[in-house]
């Protein structure tokens, strides 16, 4: 259906405020070493590289994985004043396997510096202005800690509330993605996520009427589904779009493709873009991401392309 055509995405009521970007950062560990990740961290790297001004709100260890994290961040021209110190607990690591198919495995490791993420110190932050956009993600809510800080922030935004359902081992719970989709107001789910919510919540029908049914239940303005190789879908209170990827795409590994989507998603909800431009474009970043090793390009020129690309006519 193309009933959403024509209308924007989001017209946010406070563009001159900041968007945030709260969650999880750590470092990926590949076979072949370790590179900087998780999911939240990804989406305000890729945010900054398009030309917005996100903050990004973690906990790191005080240790020297912790200051790597700093200086990359700040080598890359991103705002480090939301990067919480934890005195004991350690920088966040993720063992990460790939099966020779660009498919991948991971081990998320617990009690990690961003499991305590502290409340106090991010209203602090804030100042008692809230962020005209949040990002936040499910994996993050594992720890009593960091999920009260961050669903205490969520409640206080009167703009778009991004969700990134990332259903890990052993790293959810019903209540807690209950609670993550109640104060949401845009979830993005991948197609596999979806199948086991339609399960837990009992969402008939194929992905349209549940990703439609998933919206009902928790009051949602908006859920996007990706597919992986079958491109994105997006339902709205207009009706369903799809969106497929390029057919020259060469996978070297999937790791942070949809966060890398999830990047374009929060720009167009931004930017009021129409969203059948913006769910392709989203599935287009996704897809080059797919082609190269990590999650986060650190080529400043990468991402001058897209900025040139998306300031004037749809790419």
């Given at each position: 259906?193309?009933?959403?055509?024509?209308?924007?995405?989001?017209?946010?009521?406070?563009?001159?405020?900041?968007?945030?970007?709260?969650?999880?950062?750590?470092?990926?560990?590949?076979?072949?070493?370790?590179?900087?990740?998780?999911?939240?961290?990804?989406?305000?790297?890729?945010?900054?590289?398009?030309?917005?001004?996100?903050?990004?709100?973690?906990?790191?260890?005080?240790?020297?994985?912790?200051?790597?994290?700093?200086?990359?961040?700040?080598?890359?021209?991103?705002?480090?004043?939301?990067?919480?110190?934890?005195?004991?607990?350690?920088?966040?690591?993720?063992?990460?396997?790939?099966?020779?198919?660009?498919?991948?495995?991971?081990?998320?490791?617990?009690?990690?510096?961003?499991?305590?993420?502290?409340?106090?110190?991010?209203?602090?932050?804030?100042?008692g202005?809230?962020?005209?956009?949040?990002?936040?993600?499910?994996?993050?809510?594992?720890?009593?800690?960091?999920?009260?800080?961050?669903?205490?922030?969520?409640?206080?935004?009167?703009?778009?509330?991004?969700?990134?359902?990332?259903?890990?081992?052993?790293?959810?719970?019903?209540?807690?993605?209950?609670?993550?989709?109640?104060?949401?107001?845009?979830?993005?789910?991948?197609?596999?996520?979806?199948?086991?919510?339609?399960?837990?919540?009992?969402?008939?029908?194929?992905?349209?009427?549940?990703?439609?049914?998933?919206?009902?239940?928790f009051?949602?303005?908006?859920?996007?589904?990706?597919?992986?190789a079958?491109?994105?879908?997006?339902v709205?209170?207009?009706?369903?779009?799809?969106?497929?990827?390029?057919?020259?795409?060469?996978?070297?590994?999937?790791?942070?493709?949809?966060?890398?989507?999830?990047?374009?998603?929060?720009?167009?909800?931004a930017?009021?873009?129409?969203?059948?431009d913006?769910?392709?474009?989203?599935?287009?970043?996704?897809?080059?991401?797919c082609?190269?090793?990590?999650?986060?390009?650190?080529?400043?020129?990468?991402?001058?392309?897209?900025?040139?690309?998306?300031?004037?006519?749809?790419?």
């Amino acid at each position: 259906m193309d009933a959403g055509k024509g209308t924007s995405i989001h017209s946010p009521a406070h563009a001159g405020d900041r968007i945030v970007v709260v969650g999880e950062v750590l470092y990926d560990r590949f076979p072949d070493g370790d590179r900087l990740g998780g999911a939240p961290f990804n989406v305000a790297w890729h945010l900054t590289g398009l030309g917005l001004d996100p903050l990004f709100v973690s906990r790191i260890g005080n240790d020297p994985a912790g200051d790597q994290i700093r200086s990359a961040m700040a080598g890359h021209g991103m705002d480090t004043s939301g990067l919480q110190t934890d005195p004991s607990l350690p920088t966040g690591i993720v063992q990460i396997e790939l099966d020779g198919a660009g498919g991948h495995e991971f081990t998320i490791l617990p009690d990690q510096a961003y499991d305590q993420i502290d409340r106090a110190a991010l209203a602090n932050l804030l100042g008692g202005t809230p962020p005209s956009l949040i990002c936040f993600g499910t994996l993050a809510l594992r720890a009593a800690g960091s999920r009260a800080a961050i669903l205490n922030t969520v409640t206080h935004c009167p703009g778009t509330r991004f969700l990134d359902v990332n259903l890990r081992k052993e790293c959810w719970t019903v209540d807690t993605v209950s609670a993550a989709l109640t104060h949401a107001s845009v979830a993005k789910l991948n197609d596999e996520e979806l199948a086991t919510l339609g399960s837990l919540f009992g969402l008939r029908g194929r992905e349209p009427k549940q990703a439609s049914a998933l919206r009902d239940r928790f009051g949602l303005e908006a859920v996007c589904v990706t597919r992986g190789a079958g491109g994105a879908l997006w339902v709205d209170a207009n009706g369903a779009l799809e969106a497929g990827i390029p057919d020259t795409v060469e996978v070297v590994d999937t790791v942070g493709a949809g966060d890398a989507f999830s990047s374009v998603l929060i720009m167009g909800l931004a930017r009021g873009w129409l969203p059948e431009d913006t769910l392709r474009r989203a599935t287009r970043l996704a897809a080059v991401v797919c082609g190269m090793r990590g999650a986060c390009p650190d080529d400043p020129g990468f991402y001058r392309i897209w900025r040139e690309k998306w300031m004037g006519t749809p790419a």
